[in-house]
């Protein structure tokens, strides 16, 4: 190509390129503006110290304390943090729809007695927002800012963010601890009752040393209770005969302390209600209600504390699995995320740790039924499983001995250096037995 012709196309092409950004730049400024010049008012959110609610007779006020909301009437109690920070996100990038103009007589548009009036302060200034009637087909709200006189539209989706009640800005933790800092958990629910310690890292049931407390399921509570909220609040200041009709006083129908080192927490239960459960903290403040959920966990975590397994171990840990009759035994050894698999007739097959991982997840959920005394002389084995570790170590041998009920199999456990005789379900543990036969056939078979 002639290079004066192509001096020419290339010339041609910056021409054409700086038009494109200059329009692209003009239009983003021009949306740019035209946002600004829809937005209320102009202040970070961080600028806001100060909030009211105000809907009729009712007044909600919240102050900003360091870090912290809080409402200081028509209660004092510290605030949801996440849900004030909601109502100020909306607060600093309102925007109006579209404006309606300047309007003398605002009662037809339900900005006389606003349904909702905001007050607040930013930057130290005072700023109200008055918010009245929904627009026709319910699109949008009516609003005027600073008791001025240029009426607005609002969006629906941001009045219904700054309309909070004040069950929705209180704070509904129940209980704030470290699920792995308690050190103490007392349970009374009915007459159930528990006492619990964790002393050296393992859950101790008080006045029974030899009880096996199933700690995945108390720290599972735990949990539960670390994130369980309040329903609702029922009565602020309670007076004895309101505490006896919810079941309070004189004797609660549950209670739950949860002990750190340096704090100690107490929830009363009462009566069931239609919503949920009555409940009140440390036996003082207000009544409020609990999702009846919490008091069935409760329940069951009292009925499964014992620790049943028949191995309660780590299946990270297992690195070789043998099982099967005796002299019919497979072997499985872990290498690079599959089982390499041996047979009793020296058949080799591969399997993904995965699988065989899931049936041992199985077999970790199979609980005994009750231990029983060893027989003598000892019976022969039916069915063997071992586990071993890394380095070759037996973390658990299991021997089938045949049934001693109809529905119970009696297995002897060797574990931790120790030997016991115990009965299992009979269907769980069959089930098991066949998910690892299955473990043995090729794909396709």
Sequence with gaps: MNPRRLLAFLAVFVVISAAYFLLTWREARQEKAEQDAKRL???????ITSLSLKRGAEVINLEKKERDWQITSPVKTMADQNIVGAVLDTLASLSMERSVGQEKDLHPFGLKEPALVVNFMADGKSHRLDIGNPVPGNRGFYAVKDQGKDVVILSAADKQSLDRPLTALRDKTLLSFSPDKVKALKIHVGSQKVNLHKIDNTWKLQGQDQFRVRADRLDSLLRRLDTAQIKDFVSESPGPKDLKTYGLVPTPKGEVTVAEDQRTQTILLGEAAKEGVYARKDGTGPVFLVNERLKKDLEQTIAGLE???????????????????????????????????TGPGKESLTQPAVRLEMSLAKFQDLEYTRLVPAAEPAKPAKYLLELHDASGKLLLRLAETGKREKDKVEVSLERQDKTELALVPAKPYQAWQEDMDRLTRKPGE
Excluded: C, M
């Excluded at 690195?319 to 497979?330: E, I």
């Design 41 to 47: 008012y102009h202040f970070k959110v961080t600028a």
């Design 307 to 341: 620790e049943l397994r028949l191995w309660p171990g780590k299946i990270a840990e297992v690195q070789k699995v043998a099982w099967g009759p005796p002299n019919k035994t497979w072997t499985a050894v872990k290498k690079d995320g599959s089982f390499n698999l």
